[in-house]
């Protein structure tokens, strides 16, 4: 079944990274990134900001990193505000850095993320391989990454905690304890 994803384009409609990440004509992406600690929406350090909402903690997805880094990304403000409004680091895991390296192109920068405090690696897959492997074959004919996987996972281990993203598509499908919808935090629709 795993072979039947292969080629398709894993972004969701109209959330294609590669196109958002705002590349020169170099092919650099530099130009476009937001960089943390240093003048911008951080301001000298990290920031001291209000709540998401009251009591609720976030999670962050790969599309929100991305949004945060890049200023040429459709969903930057609103990622910005976000992180300006939270009050600690929200929770992610290995596979969101890796994929946010990837699409910024630029893992110094997702490194300092963690750095500065904006996100903090809160799970580890070895520790929970029996529930992504069932969450892998329950979502199979949606072609789950790694990443949206262990971000469920993460999402039944801190139910208080909403998922920080711009993939509606998929987190209004994937469900938590096999039943339970995510409580999501995402921009708001245009």
Request: aromatic letters at 6%; charged letters at 25%.
């Amino acid at each position: 079944m795993a072979g039947a994803c292969r080629g398709e384009n894993r972004a969701a409609p109209g959330e294609d990274y590669s196109r958002s990440i705002g590349e020169s004509e170099s092919g650099c992406c530099k130009q476009a990134i937001h960089v943390l600690g240093r003048g911008g929406a951080w301001g000298q350090g990290p920031v001291l900001a209000q709540r998401l909402h009251p009591g609720v903690k976030g999670i962050a997805d790969t599309g929100f990193l991305v949004a945060f880094a890049n200023r040429g990304d459709r969903h930057h403000e609103w990622a910005v505000e976000i992180a300006e409004r939270r009050t600690e680091p929200l929770l992610t895991c290995e596979a969101v850095l890796a994929e946010a390296a990837f699409h910024l192109q630029d893992t110094a920068l997702v490194l300092s993320m963690v750095r500065d405090g904006l996100v903090r690696l809160a799970f580890d897959g070895n520790d929970h391989m029996p529930q992504l492997t069932a969450l892998a074959e329950r979502y199979a004919d949606r072609c789950p990454d790694f990443a949206d996987l262990c971000l469920v996972r993460l999402s039944e281990l801190n139910p208080r905690y909403s998922v920080v993203t711009v993939d509606r598509a998929d987190f209004r499908v994937y469900r938590r304890n096999k039943r339970e919808a995510i409580p999501l935090v995402t921009p708001p629709d245009r």
